[in-house]
């Protein structure tokens, strides 16, 4: 089984029961690391080359949308997957605590203006999908307001699917011990320091309902149009690989062309 189907989440009522403690976060697929490292090497290469197609062909988009709670990966993957990719037609967005002007809007507001124009790559650090677990983790809005967002995200996602812009979301699921490690980590690196939040410190006591609402976000809103991917993320070169590949055979698949030249080459031959 490919891993764009192993980790895939299955569209359907039955993966309402998903339970986060069934999906194993140390799986490695019996790889070494060793091996790994030059097998992303040759996903770096492929991405690039597709991205230069998509660029090219000019009429489609793709989203990379990364979850996780803190610690779980998500510069990093930036960092060592979509470092790859030519900046030219590609950014990152990343989604904080909403703005005064943002909470003036309707929650999808900045999130469709931050949407990919034709021909290029956007990498979402955090999403919408913020908006049904850290407010739901908090209580910050009523449930009768919060239980229609799964299925309005579902049409959200399914209305940019059907105007051409593909959509790859990826769970980084590390387990609360890794967790811990980590933060610890930071504590002990003062070039980390930065990046220590009161919000780290909580996230501990919340570890429960964080993973209840993932749960929950992961089983409602993965579609055939917007699949999510739940990735083991404790070990990083696993993490790595296994979001370059998937990202690779999404852009394999969407079959993209050169467009027709527009003028006659052979006159200049
Ligand atoms: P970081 O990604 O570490 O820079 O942190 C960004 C913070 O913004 C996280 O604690 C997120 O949970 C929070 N955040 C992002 N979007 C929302 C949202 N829609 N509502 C509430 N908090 C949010
Ligand atoms: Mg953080």
């Known amino acids: 089984m490919g891993l764009n189907q192993k980790f895939r989440v299955k569209p359907g ?24 490292e030059s ?8 991405m690039s080359e ?6 090219a ?5 793709l989203v990379i949308i990364l979850q996780g709670v803190d610690a779980s990966g998500k510069d990093g993957t930036i ?9 030219q037609s590609c950014y990152v967005k990343s989604f904080k605590v909403p703005t005064e002007e943002e909470l003036s809007h309707d929650y999808l507001w900045r999130v469709h203006m ?18 049904v677990i850290e407010v739901r983790v908090r209580n910050l809005v009523p449930k009768n307001e919060l239980t229609p967002r799964y299925r309005q995200i579902n049409d959200f996602e399914r209305y940019l699917s059907e105007n051409h ?22 504590v002990m690196d003062p070039t980390k320091h930065w990046k220590v939040s009161e919000g780290d410190l909580l996230i501990r006591k919340y570890w429960d309902k964080y993973t209840e609402s993932y749960e929950q976000a ?5 579609t055939h149009w917007a699949p999510w991917y739940i990735i083991p993320a404790n070990l990083k070169w696993f993490r790595n690989w296994a979001v370059a590949q998937i990202i690779v055979n999404t852009l394999d698949q969407m079959k993209l062309k050169y467009p027709q030249p527009r003028i006659d080459v052979s006159k200049f031959a």
Not at 79 to 87: D, E, F, I, T
Not at 114 to 131: C, L, M, T, V
């Open 79 to 87: 960092r060592h997957v979509m470092g790859a990719l030519n900046p």
């Open 57 to 61: 062909a000019n009429n489609h988009s």
């Open 13 to 36: 009522k039955t993966t309402r029961k998903l339970k986060l403690k069934d999906w194993d976060p140390n799986y490695d697929a019996d790889k070494r690391k060793e091996d790994v």
């Open 165 to 186: 812009v593909t959509i790859l979301k990826f769970f980084l699921h590390i387990s609360k011990d890794e967790q811990k490690k980590r933060i610890k980590e930071r």
């Open 39 to 46: 097998e992303l090497a040759h996903f770096s290469g492929r």
């Open 218 to 222: 992961l089983s409602r809103c993965s």
């Open 114 to 131: 931050a949407a990919p124009p034709k021909g290029q790559i956007a990498i979402f650090n955090r999403s919408h999908y913020e908006d």
């Open 50 to 55: 597709l991205q230069y197609k998509l660029f």
